[in-house]
């Protein structure tokens, strides 16, 4: 099973084409969307985009998204948190402005993933047993971050770079 994570296009047209071949390229099972998609974009050309888009689409709600514009862009929400179940781990899923890895949910434990975005920062790291993935901003990096996403397969966790894919950051899990 691989997963492809990716956060913070924020309606960006050019950055949401990037996204549409990088995922055309990995080819992943899923592909989750971590919120903060939507903008202030030209909308037919922002779904044109999304429509590229091959892989089975999960979205989660940011905090500049809402359910009215997501269906215009063909997205359905899954509400502020998806879980899904991989690698013998819980996938925790949200965009990260309500939970994250300061306030994780009870019930996640040793070994599972919490993927998250909103900080436009990505980042790999374990604490107190659970796996914090950041997968950064295809849009909108922060603190000279390049432009990221993150994808999850067989045990191994990797932050890619979004215009070309190389592997930036991998981690066994």
């Known amino acids: 099973m691989k997963f492809l994570f990716a956060s913070d296009v ?4 050019f950055d949401m084409n990037l996204l549409a071949e990088r995922i055309s390229e990995e080819k992943p099972d899923k592909a989750i969307f971590l919120g903060d998609f939507c903008g202030r974009s030209e909308g037919k050309l922002f779904r044109k985009a999304v429509e590229k888009i091959t892989a089975p689409i999960l979205y989660v ?13 063909g997205l359905e929400s899954m509400g502020f948190e998806h879980v899904d179940y991989a690698f013998g781990r819980r996938i925790y899923c949200t965009h990260g402005h309500i939970k994250n890895r300061f306030c994780p949910p009870d019930y996640l434990t040793d070994g599972d993933l919490f ?17 914090f993935i950041n997968c ?26 979004g215009e070309f894919g190389e592997t930036l950051v991998e981690v066994t899990l």
């Open 10 to 13: 924020h309606g960006s047209v």
């Open 61 to 73: 709600d940011g905090n500049c998204d809402d359910d009215e514009t997501l269906s215009r862009y």
């Open 115 to 131: 993927c998250y975005g909103h900080l436009h920062t990505p980042f790999i790291e374990k604490q107190n047993g659970i796996w």
């Open 136 to 161: 950064g901003s295809m849009a909108r990096p922060r603190g000279g971050a390049q432009k990221t996403y993150a994808v999850v397969e067989d045990g191994v966790a990797r932050i890619k770079e």
